[in-house]
């Protein structure tokens, strides 16, 4: 059983570039979810997509957006890139509706913005 | 105040120690308690999840949650030095979002 995974592992960009991010959900699952995390600090909510739609939104500005397909595989993007999103972008797959699943989370992107 | 307090570490302890790992929280809406264990340059791996006070066990690891105080532990009994991580402490209300605590760091040493 595939667990979540993403591409790429690393990236750098410079500043006010635009990247996209991909990740393919745990098979079984229909919810993605992407999570920012600094250096040193836990993951930050960005949004979450269900159904192709987003469903919830974290305190993340415009420029941070996303989308998911058909087969619940989904991409982030981020445009006007600053120093400050350098991170490692997170994402978690989980199943709607169930209180007592929670999410599975990929190894994620790390993303350097020079 | 942050909604989820961790300090951040590190904690160093000798291989086979009794390891204990906290955080609190403030908001009493909160209602399922996570540990996430996170390697480094690695994504997080989900340890225990439970929704009520009281101790879940599972192997060495036990999982304590107090309502009451807004407090909640992991134990982790014989520790190795492949337990050497990060330990996120994660917490929701409900919507399926958890807020993470910043994590603490834990080096078993040999």
């Known amino acids: 059983d595939a667990g979540v995974t993403q591409s790429p592992t690393h990236l750098i960009k410079t500043r006010g570039q635009q990247v996209t991010l991909r990740c393919s959900p745990k098979s079984g699952h229909d919810t993605v979810s992407w999570y920012q995390q600094a250096l040193g600090q836990g993951p930050q909510f960005i949004f979450q997509y269900y159904e192709e739609e987003e469903r919830q939104r974290g305190n993340f500005p415009d420029r941070f957006s996303g989308h998911q397909f058909p087969n619940y595989s989904s991409e982030l993007n981020v445009n006007a890139l600053l120093l400050g999103d350098s991170a490692l972008y997170l994402c978690?797959?989980?199943?709607?509706?169930?209180?007592?699943?929670?999410?599975?989370f990929g190894p994620g992107t790390r993303l350097l913005v020079l | 105040q942050k909604e989820v307090e961790q300090d951040p570490g590190p904690l160093s302890v000798p291989e086979g120690a009794i390891v204990s790992l906290n955080c609190t929280y403030s908001n009493s809406a909160f209602q399922y308690f996570m540990w996430y264990r996170q390697y480094s340059r690695k994504g997080p791996e989900l340890l225990m999840y439970?929704?009520?006070?009281g101790n879940k066990e599972d192997g060495r690891f036990t999982a304590q949650v107090d309502k009451s105080s807004k407090y909640i532990s992991l134990f982790i009994r014989d520790s190795q030095p492949s337990d050497s991580a990060t330990y996120l402490c994660a917490i929701d209300g409900g919507s399926y979002i958890p807020t993470f605590g910043r994590g603490t760091s834990l080096i078993v040493h040999p």
């Open positions: 978690a797959s989980s199943l709607a509706g169930r209180a007592d699943e929670t999410q599975y």
């Open positions: 439970t929704y009520s006070s």
